[in-house]
């Protein structure tokens, strides 16, 4: 049994008003800044699990403005005020997986972000 089991974050970046580029440039800047941060254990874009037809094994396909991070439980609310000042006025979805149970929550302004981040830590910690 772990001491401390990770928690898996799924951050996705999901405003309407951007085209995919813009999604994309989204995700690789909170990806940099994100692997610089000691609390975090891994952070990598998400490969998606049903690449095009014809894709060659090596070209993985990854889903645009889509980040997975794992966090050990003891960092995780670090890592959820990092993302709030971060994340404050972005429309993302963001997924918290933990002791086997899945939280979902979509955020598009500060205020909802701060909830969403708010019920992620509650939701982490028990």
Do not use: H
Request: no cysteine; aromatic share 4%; proline share 5%.
């Amino acid at each position: 049994m772990f001491e401390n089991p990770s928690i898996k974050l799924t951050i996705a970046f999901n405003d309407p008003d951007l085209d995919s580029e813009e999604l994309e440039e989204q995700a690789q800047n909170l990806l940099a800044q994100m692997r610089d941060l000691d609390e975090i254990e891994t952070v990598d874009r998400v490969l998606d699990p049903n690449p095009p037809e014809g894709n060659s094994p090596w070209g993985a396909t990854i889903l645009v403005g889509l980040l997975t991070a794992q966090v050990n439980k003891q960092n995780a609310q670090k890592v959820m005020g990092f993302l709030g000042d971060r994340l404050g006025n972005k429309a993302i979805e963001l997924e918290v997986e933990a002791n086997g149970k899945k939280l979902k929550v979509k955020a598009s302004s500060r205020e909802e972000l701060e909830a969403a981040i708010e019920a992620a830590q509650k939701f982490a910690a028990a």
